[in-house]
Structures are given as C-alpha cells and as structure tokens.
C-alpha cells in the first residue's frame, strides 16, 4: 500500500477535536474572560452569535414581564449558549452570567453557519451537541412535573458534578448560592437549605472549601416514593 495514502487514511481516522478546531476557525472569533456576576448578554439584545464555554460555568436566567426572574440552564467546559440565534431568533430570550471567573469564545452567526456548511466532523458533534441538549430539556420538564423538590435538587448537585458525563466528576464549585439552587429547582431557599442539610449528614455531600458531591446521592433521584393509598 502506497505509504502517502496510508498516511491520509490514518489522519482521517484521528478523532475530531473540538477545542483545536475552534481555535483554527477562520475569522469571526474572539475569546474574552468575565468576572464573576459579569453578564455575557442581556435578554432582549440582538442575537447575533455564538458561544462556546472553554472555562467556568454560567447561569442563564428569564425575567417575566411581572419581573420573576427563574434560573433555566446552568452552562459549564464544553457547552456551547446562544445558538438560538441561528433559527432565526432576533433577541436573546435570556440572560446568561457568569458564575465563577470563566473564559468564553464569541462566534459570530456568520462564522458558525459557515463551519457548519464546510466541516461535515463540526455540523455532526454540533447536531449531536443539540440532540442531547433537547433530551436534557425533556428531561427537565418531568423532573420539574413529577419528581419531588427533594430529587429535583438531588438531581440539579449531580448534573453540577458531571455525573453522567464523559469523565471524571468533579467538585461543583465553590459558593453556588442556595438562592440559585432554590431557582433551578423551583422551591424556596429555606427547602433548600433543609436538604442540604439531609444531605450532608448522610454523607451525599460535603464541604470542604467547595462542595463535593458523592455518587450515592443519586439513591435519591433513584428512590421511589411511597404510594397514597386512595
């Protein structure tokens, strides 16, 4: 077998990395850090890119027009935000900040449907990237219709610790406000507070500096409650 074609097939066959990827797209990018608190964007600016989370973790929030403002998604390394802007949407239909000091890629919308069009490896991880973003959502709407606010919060430590993703778990990071946790789950801050508490006398959490989160305390999201007899 001719040696320069062997050598094409074993480049073809390296994995796709995103990372590298990412930093080689031509124009359209631009990388910048953010503070703690500090706002990516605003709901109701234009949407007109892209981002992808290289470090930290964000929050994105909606205000309703009464001004209740409610915790929808918790972004952290790897997630890409904002691409609604890229099925059409003229305005952001949130807010997202900065939870932690974190360092974000910017894509304009043209750059990405660019790539998306000329790098088939790109348009498949995105798609699948999207796919398993749906599913969360999904899965996110029962856990908010049926489960208790006990496994719901159960539920918000372990997707915070990446438990279920490729990898090791980590801890989540330091000082995540129970205010925040009691928005995410949707409960009050003193519910909260109370199964924190549950938890760490368990032993499913602990602090130390940050928060550590253990993988029994998935027992609880697993745990069937008990029947009302009628």
């Not at 990516?40 to 009464?66: I, L, N, W």
């Not at 069009?117 to 398993?132: C, G, I, N, V, W």
């Not at 989540?172 to 507070?193: D, H, P």
């Amino acid at each position: 077998m001719n040696c320069g074609n062997s050598a094409i097939v074993k480049a073809k066959q390296q994995p796709f990395d995103l990372k590298v990827f990412l930093s080689s797209v031509d124009g359209g990018r631009t990388i910048s850090k953010y503070r703690k608190n500090q706002a990516v964007f605003f709901q109701g600016d234009p949407a007109d890119s892209v981002f992808y989370m290289q470090d930290g973790k964000v929050k994105v929030t909606v205000v309703s027009e009464r001004g209740k403002e409610a915790v929808v998604a918790i972004h952290g390394n790897g997630d890409f935000f904002g691409e609604g802007c890229l099925t059409g949407q003229p305005r952001r239909l949130a807010t997202v900040k900065a939870m932690t000091g974190s360092v974000i890629m910017r894509l304009d919308k043209a750059a990405v449907v660019r790539v998306l069009h000329d790098e088939p490896a790109f348009s498949e991880m995105f798609m699948s990237y999207l796919l398993a973003r749906n599913s969360r959502i999904e899965e996110d709407l029962v856990d908010q219709l049926f489960n208790s606010s006990e496994k719901r919060l159960a539920r918000v430590l372990l997707l915070m610790a990446n438990f279920g993703k490729e990898g090791r778990p980590e801890p989540i990071i330091a000082k995540v406000s129970q205010e925040t946790l009691a928005e995410i789950v949707g409960t009050t801050r003193s519910r909260v507070s109370a199964f924190m508490n549950k938890f760490r006398k368990l032993g499913l959490i602990h602090y130390n500096g940050g928060l550590e989160v253990h993988s029994s305390l998935l027992n609880v999201v697993l745990r069937e409650e008990p029947q009302i007899k009628r």
